[in-house]
Structures are given as C-alpha cells and as structure tokens.
C-alpha cells in the first residue's frame, strides 16, 4: 500500500496518509485560490481513516458559496494548510482533503475533477480526461 506524507513547509505539521487518493481535483473557487495564493487549488482526498496528522494544528472554519462549511488545519509557525475537511457535501463526506503541492511530489495523480470553472483564470487550462463542473 501507498504511503505519502504531507507537510507545512517548515516540517512541524504533517499529514502521512496510506493509499491512492479516492479524488484527485482543481477547484477554481476564490477560497481555494486564497487558500492557496494560486490561480487555482489542487487537492487530494483519502477516507479519513487513512490519514494520521503529527505536530501542532489550528483551525479555521470556512463556509463557502456552496454552503458547506470547511474546517482547514495549518501550521500556527508556517501557517501552510495541510488537511481541510469539507462539511455539508454528501459526495465527500468522510473524506480529508489534502493540498496536492504539500506533499511535494513530481509524479503525483493526474486530477481527474474540476469545479467552479466559471471562476478558472482564462489563461488556465486543465487537460486530459477530467470531470468538469462549472
């Protein structure tokens, strides 16, 4: 099986999840470009059950267009996202979310789901066989 560790950029906070991701997506809502300090996001999701968090987290609770609220955990010194969970959406519900770029991996899972592509930059594209929702 999989093993991948997440982590804060300066090492305190990290996510060591076991498995392939159950959905890989880019998500072009103006949290996650927040979020992220990016054009767009990108996040992994595993069941919660295969996700084990070390060091210290705070919280933040987000509720967004969607009416769904997330609970974000981050790193108090970096203040680097490594997991969020997002309530009120059955599709993902039991699911940890996990910034793709936090695991600093080169040949991590294409996404295969993009959403709020009406709000997606116009130099933006996402190739190959992906989901989309606008």
Same mark, same amino acid.
């Given at each position: 099986?999989?093993?991948?560790?997440?982590?804060?950029?300066?090492?305190?906070?990290?996510?060591?999840?076991?498995?392939?991701?159950?959905?890989?997506?880019?998500?072009?809502?103006?949290?996650?470009?927040?979020?992220?300090?990016?054009?767009?996001?990108?996040?992994?999701?595993?069941?919660?059950?295969?996700?084990?968090?070390?060091?210290?987290?705070?919280?933040?609770? #987000?509720?967004?267009?969607?009416? /769904? +609220?997330?609970?974000?955990?981050?790193? !108090?010194?970096? *203040? $680097?996202? &490594?997991?969020?969970?997002?309530?009120?959406?059955?599709?993902?519900?039991? #699911?940890?979310?996990?910034?793709? /770029? +936090?695991?600093?991996?080169?040949?991590? !899972?294409?996404? *295969? $789901?993009? &959403?709020?592509?009406?709000?997606?930059?116009?130099?933006?594209?996402?190739?190959?066989?992906?989901?989309?929702?606008?």
């Amino acid at each position: 099986m999989t093993q991948r560790i997440a982590s804060c950029i300066c090492g305190q906070l990290t996510a060591t999840v076991m498995g392939e991701p159950v959905r890989v997506s880019v998500c072009h809502c103006l949290n996650c470009k927040r979020r992220s300090g990016s054009a767009f996001a990108v996040q992994a999701r595993f069941p919660a059950d295969q996700v084990a968090m070390a060091g210290e987290a705070r919280t933040f609770q #987000l509720t967004g267009d969607s009416g /769904g +609220t997330a609970t974000f955990s981050f790193c !108090p010194s970096c *203040g $680097v996202t &490594v997991a969020y969970v997002n309530g009120g959406h059955p599709e993902i519900e039991g #699911l940890v979310a996990i910034p793709v /770029g +936090t695991f600093a991996e080169v040949d991590f !899972p294409a996404p *295969g $789901v993009e &959403v709020y592509r009406e709000r997606k930059c116009p130099w933006v594209e996402v190739t190959g066989d992906v989901e989309r929702w606008e």
